[in-house]
């Protein structure tokens, strides 16, 4: 059996790590935990948009007959763990023969998952998340030889790589980008509200507002008027 391990933000049918997905045998592994939202200060809102959109997806592989572990914010672990503890724990109730994931978007969280996999023994595939323009080893290519790294270098690279707004090898309308435009203050009235979509949260992203509201009262930010899309249906209308 198979433990496929599903981050908050690689909530993809398409992804890399449910390709070859038996679900007769394989399992989704998810867990959600309160370390990751104090580890790194985040903004109630953020948090409620993550966990929302992972129990929607993981409803979603349920729906589609895939096998489904997940933790939940208000499970005992998840207040006292990290994501390797929570996958540790996972992996010994479990005992998948292999762990497969993608790459995690964080190098900290990468870090902490191959320590603990490493520990394990057990056999572990990570692979290539391909919902990014550039490789880390096409990055790490890229850095070589360089005696500092800007972001505007990298940037133009890719848009010639990729053809993305390029007329021939000259950028589309003259100019690479606009960051003179973009330093100018809001004033204070602030931006103005989004005139976008709204989605009115539905049962499961409400129970997740009151969870955080209860879990991590002291994390910035307000969630009465959370709006944000938390499905694949909803962020394509968006």
């Not at 572990?124 to 998340?129: A, H, K, L, W």
């Not at 070589?144 to 993305?164: A, D, N, P, T």
């Not at 602030?190 to 709204?198: C, I, N, T």
């Not at 409400?206 to 899309?229: H, K, M, R, Y």
Request: glycine fraction near 6%; proline fraction near 3%; charged fraction near 30%.
């Amino acid at each position: 059996m198979n433990l496929v391990l599903v981050l908050g933000d690689q909530l993809s049918h398409d992804s890399a790590a449910l390709r070859g997905f038996n679900p007769k045998v394989d399992m989704v592994a998810m867990a959600e935990v309160l370390h990751e939202s104090q580890v790194v200060w985040s903004h109630k809102t953020r948090t409620v948009f993550f966990l929302s959109a992972m129990r929607h997806f993981a409803q979603e592989l349920s729906d589609r007959g895939f096998k489904v572990e997940y933790q939940k914010l208000t499970d005992k672990h998840a207040a006292k763990t990290t994501l390797a503890e929570s996958l540790q724990k996972m992996i010994t109730k479990l005992k998948p023969q292999k762990v497969i994931m993608l790459e995690a978007g964080e190098f900290r969280v990468q870090q902490e998952l191959t320590t603990m996999l490493t520990g394990s023994r057990l056999a572990i595939e990570v692979r290539t998340d391909d919902s990014f323009f550039c490789t880390q080893e096409e990055f790490r290519q890229h850095c070589e030889g360089r005696k500092q790294l800007r972001m505007e270098f990298f940037y133009r690279e890719q848009r010639k790589r990729h053809s993305i707004l390029m007329d021939g090898d000259k950028p589309v309308g003259g100019e690479w980008n606009y960051d003179h435009e973009n330093r100018k203050s809001f004033g204070k009235a602030g931006p103005a509200k989004r005139k976008e979509l709204f989605f009115t949260p539905d049962a499961l992203t409400q129970e997740v507002i009151e969870q955080v509201e209860q879990l991590l009262p002291d994390n910035p930010g307000a969630t009465a008027d959370f709006s944000w899309p938390v499905t694949h249906d909803h962020a394509k209308q968006l």
